[in-house]
């Protein structure tokens, strides 16, 4: 189904499809598990994208609106990641990493766009980008700074393996 959507996308110049995971906090919001108001719904979607003057409205909103319209299910999905990690054993390390990424991560969206105006425009495109931020910063802290002494005992005895051989 998605090769079908990504080649129409192509051909009619829009990217292809892309599953959106805030559907999960929509569906935590509503409660409702029934696909006919998703479709209802993607249906809208579709004919609002069809009329020009509706697209050139919602285009103009600027991103703090558009931000809050996402709000709700956003929350909800990170409610649900709060729940899952709830879950599992988590020492001082784990909730370091985890509280401190997702609150660079956050952070990151109130930061003014000026100082990364002069970095390559990759770069600009990651450092501006509160969730690519978060995510590198909990990898960098889980698996290079804070890595747990345990898997470095591991890696040694790895190590020692390879000297041996």
């Known amino acids: 189904m998605t090769g079908l959507a990504d080649m129409a996308g192509g051909t009619l110049g829009t990217p292809g499809y892309a599953p959106f995971m805030a559907a999960a906090g929509l569906v935590s919001v509503t409660r409702t598990t029934a696909l006919l108001p998703f479709f209802i719904g993607a249906g809208l979607m579709f004919a609002m994208a069809l009329i020009n003057p509706i697209t050139n409205f919602i285009a103009t909103l600027p991103p703090p609106i558009a931000c809050a319209a996402l709000l709700g299910t956003l929350s909800q999905?990170?409610?649900?990641?709060?729940?899952?990690?709830?879950?599992?054993?988590?020492?001082?390390?784990?909730?370091?990493?985890?509280?401190?990424?997702?609150?660079?991560?956050?952070?990151?969206?109130?930061?003014?766009?000026?100082?990364?105006?002069?970095?390559p425009s990759l770069l600009q495109l990651i450092l501006g980008n509160g969730m690519m931020v978060g995510l590198l910063l909990a990898v960098l802290l889980e698996h290079v700074l804070l890595r747990e002494r345990k898997e470095r005992k591991i890696m040694e005895q790895g190590e020692g393996l390879k000297n041996q051989s």
């Open 77 to 119: 999905m990170f409610a649900l990641g709060i729940k899952d990690y709830a879950k599992l054993p988590m020492s001082n390390r784990d909730i370091f990493v985890f509280g401190i990424s997702v609150i660079v991560g956050v952070g990151i969206f109130t930061f003014p766009t000026e100082p990364f105006a002069s970095l």
